[in-house]
């Protein structure tokens, strides 16, 4: 019998695999009019949050940090859900609350600011560490002929939502999962292009993309410190130093990660039996990664599933 694990494990790239380990549930937008004086105020989210001007400006604002100015085409992308607010100028009062019961326009006798705001769901068990490493706020700001996948997606988006027609429920959701995507892709290109550390630097660095492949797509494999550094091209020693200053941990370490996301993933997304999962995620027997799991969530596999299950169902 298939369980179609095989879609799990290759043919993806690893930022995909990031984001759809990470994503679950739909994502939620919308567009708002807003004529200054504004001011409103996001209450800090279980999952993500963003932002894109489509037209006029604000600010950006949180507590005990500098107010970001935010112009026609900036995005801005909260991969925590902090709180924040925006304002059509620092110092105006947050006088409005996102909720469900939102209006989406408000008139008034100043300037106007047309904004796509919305929201992503993340599960907090498959958070993965280049997501962990992003800051609070990503501003990706508007530069002429920068990000253009980034800029194209954002005028779809905004066609979509501001005309809704046939086939408009349908289109929206893969459009954010893009505007995700490009996002994402553009933080990465701009730190890259900074010359700084970490992931963004880890997805440039072609010894250390090589070996993050090769765990991504078979994590099953009996990797080690050694063969990992063979596949980057580098010795043993220096692969070992590259990978931890740049990924925030060792190899093997990253591997056992990778394994056990890749098997939270399975146990929610699929019904494979425990010992398939066992012998896709790299351990010799269900015993042993039933143990393996439970020290690193608390809990036995077949209970996780259970109550992902409920969980599922509850929000139904």
């Not at 298939?2 to 739909?26: N, P």
């Not at 006029?56 to 801005?76: H, M, Y």
């Not at 550390?197 to 078979?218: K, Q, T, Y």
């Not at 398939?276 to 036995?300: D, H, L, M, P």
């Amino acid at each position: 019998m298939s369980y179609r694990l095989r879609q799990y494990r290759f043919g993806m790239d690893i930022l995909s695999e990031v984001l759809a380990t990470a994503r679950t549930g739909s994502p939620a937008s919308g567009m708002f009019v807003r004529h200054a004086p504004w001011g409103r105020a996001y209450p800090r989210i279980e999952g993500a949050g963003f932002h894109v001007v489509l037209r006029g400006s604000c600010w950006l604002t949180r507590p005990e940090a500098d107010p970001i100015a935010l112009g026609a085409g900036d995005a801005v992308f909260m991969p925590r859900g902090i709180a924040h607010g925006l304002v059509d100028q620092p110092g105006t009062a947050l006088s409005e609350t996102a909720g469900p019961a939102d209006v989406r326009h408000v008139d008034g006798p100043g300037a106007a600011a047309v904004l796509l705001c919305g929201s992503y769901q993340l599960a907090a068990d498959r958070t993965h560490p280049m997501l962990a490493e992003l800051p609070e706020v990503v501003h990706i700001p508007a530069r002429l002929g920068a990000h253009p996948a980034l800029r194209a997606t954002v005028e779809l988006l905004a066609d979509e939502l501001s005309d809704t027609r046939p086939g408009s429920d349908a289109a929206v959701p893969p459009l954010l999962e893009l505007l995700l995507l490009y996002i994402l892709r553009a933080w990465l290109s701009d730190a890259a292009a900074h010359e700084i550390s970490g992931w963004a630097a880890a997805f440039v660095d072609p010894g250390i993309s090589a070996a993050l492949r090769c765990i991504h797509e078979d994590p099953s494999r009996g990797w080690t410190v050694e063969s990992l550094g063979t596949r980057a091209g580098l010795s043993r020693a220096a692969f070992a130093k590259r990978f931890t200053a740049l990924v925030g941990e060792p190899p093997l370490a990253y591997l056992t990660r990778w394994r056990m996301i890749t098997a939270v993933r399975l146990l929610r997304d699929t019904a494979a039996p425990l010992a398939v999962i066992a012998r896709n995620t790299g351990y010799g027997s269900e015993y042993a990664f039933s143990k393996a799991f439970k020290r690193e969530y608390g809990t036995a596999p077949g209970q996780y599933r259970n109550s992902a299950g409920d969980v599922l169902l509850a929000g139904t």
